[in-house]
């Protein structure tokens, strides 16, 4: 076993006297410290106490498992055991080495600089200069190759060992970077391995000339937004045509300068807005002497834990993102920089001679605990008006039912329910089909497989959504396209008699609920604009497709609902008092019984079946708006005659009831077991 790790397992077994005799584990296991790149984990809040001791404990594991010699395996024990240095340490030894100048903000420079200077403290009989010169390099170059593999670093920026490299030192370098790597991830190296091969054969023959253009680091930037579907190359390709000013200036800026943490902190944005940022960088530190830029405040402030998971704070995403939408790439180029009161891009100076620099978001205090406060309302019917509080202190798109942290689930459970609506497909015609809140696309799947030689489009007004199917279009190369748009204004996007089917699948429900209209939510205008606006957008035989929540009738019905869970009672006293949509009277009938109206006791069930993760949300909505007549009645009253109801029906969705079933006992007002409503209507408007 190395020493080193004889001296990592005295400390955990609890002999503290060991910090003594090793000042580089003194450094790492005493700090407050937890600089490390978040990427790695999947919860911060189960993060090892000191992530950045362990991490190195693996390199050197990965180390006493390598065949080499003892002298190359002594080196890469020595440059391991000091590298991360610079990444801990109590507060008043970060002070003195800020003190005498070092780059702490960048690791491996500043732990170069801590070795050198506990080399200092030795006595001259036992130190070696020739050797502690290259384990200086080693350590002051520790993790460039990944960096440049990674596109975070010039080639440039590996001179000092290309200087002292030799051929003789391949297998030294080679196990360095080995170690290294698969300390983080073994399957990150057996990724790796091969080009991590070629790079320090590079640096071992004395290669100077081995630099990426633009284009290559901002493709290996891209890597895992690429991973998730986004089409790097032609992005940009398409990007470059429009703005060739723009790829002038971060050719250049790239070509001088080095990033940290770029994927870890950027990956969740769109490559727009990745574009965005480094032009407003670029901007800012134009007259600098910008030589390093780290992207780890960015990353330490975006994150938190959402559930016991590692989670984009979405709040700060999506007021990041309105942000960047105030300026376009032109004007940005030109010298506009958005302005907001509210948050701003921050270049902070890392260092005294100002040549490196981090780059975060500042909000204002009003912002930031607005945005606390959102996160603390999550799990309570105080979300949705957190949400809209937010939106307009930052003045952009008020979106309520962006569903936010929700979104993946509601996504999964949206596309784990695509039997019944193929019905949707089979009523579906022409060769412009628009699906209206598509969700997780499977309408769009079903009407691209069943009607190939049809046009189809998925338009949302949920930024997050669109993100997600464009992303979903490019992973299954999808032949359906996404857009961002507003149904209430459809011939706006689409263009007048623009589509020949228009479908609304478990979305009317969601308007209705969340959009105002004449200063009203819950108003039947937002249905009847929608309908109008569809009509117009549809051309002559179209078809209007709508599948939603349905009343029964006649309403003047009881029912009393028993629950079987013993909080039950207390989920519906809560919604009671919550439900927005109308107001919810019952008379107790019983332990844990309520006696209510039949259709307030259906919209209470449909609450209900979600539980309470969607609980925010759902209290939030009216499933159910019209009855079957009323329905019928308000489509020929809104489109009158330039329209025909082609099919109108209405059932209870299967296995509603057998879930349900678990949970309570539904009878009418003597007791007497009676089966649930319709509870979901299936309409086809046809325009004449």
Known sequence: MLSSLRAIAELKSGNTLILRKHKWLKYLSLTKEKNVNLEQFESLEQMAQNPVLEYVERTLQVLDGLSLLQEEKELVEEVLIWSETAKCGLPHQRREWLDHGFHLAIHNIGSAQIYASEMEKRPE?????EREKLLYVLILTHGLAGQYIRGEVRYSSMKPLIEVATQEMFPLLYALNHCIVAGVSPGIWSSVQKEMEEVNRWICDGEVSKEQTFQERLRRLRNLASLRGENVDAVYDDWLSSHPDAEKLLERFFGETDMWYVEASLTDFTFEEWIKIFLLIERKTRRSRLEQLSFEPLMKELFYDYKGRKTVNVYKKRIIESY???????EIVNGKHPSNDHVR??????HAQEEMAGVGFSFSRAGEKLIEFCQEAEKSPLYDRAIV???????????????LNNEQTYLSDMNSSQDFKKKISDYAVGETMVDIGPGGGVILDLLTRHHPGATVIGIDIAVNVVEELKR???????????????????????????????????????????IPYEGEKFNHGVISQTLKSSLKALRPKGRIIIRDGIMTEPGEEKRIIRFKDPHGLGFFKRYVVDFKGRAITYTPAGEDAVLLNINDAMEFLYTYTWGEEAYPHEVQEQFGYFTPSGFREFIQATLGNQAEILVFEHYLQEGYEEHLEQKVKLTDEIGRPVRLPDSTCFIVVEKK
């Not at 960047?324 to 032109?330: F, G």
């Not at 891009?345 to 890392?350: E, F, G, M, N, S």
């Not at 509080?389 to 569903?403: H, P, Q, T, V």
């Not at 706006?492 to 479908?503: C, F, L, N, R, S």
């Open 125 to 129: 009989t036992k130190r070696n200069r």
């Open 324 to 330: 960047l939408a105030e300026c376009t790439i032109e």
């Open 345 to 350: 891009l921050i270049t902070a100076p890392l």
């Open 389 to 403: 509080l937010l939106y307009d202190l930052f003045n952009f798109r008020k979106d309520a039912y962006d569903r």
């Open 472 to 514: 979903k279009k490019q992973r299954e190369n999808a032949a359906w396209e996404v857009m961002q748009g507003d149904a209430l204004k459809l011939e706006d996007y689409i263009g007048k008699e623009g589509a020949d089917t228009i479908v609304f699948s478990s979305i009317l429900h969601e308007m209705f609920s969340y």
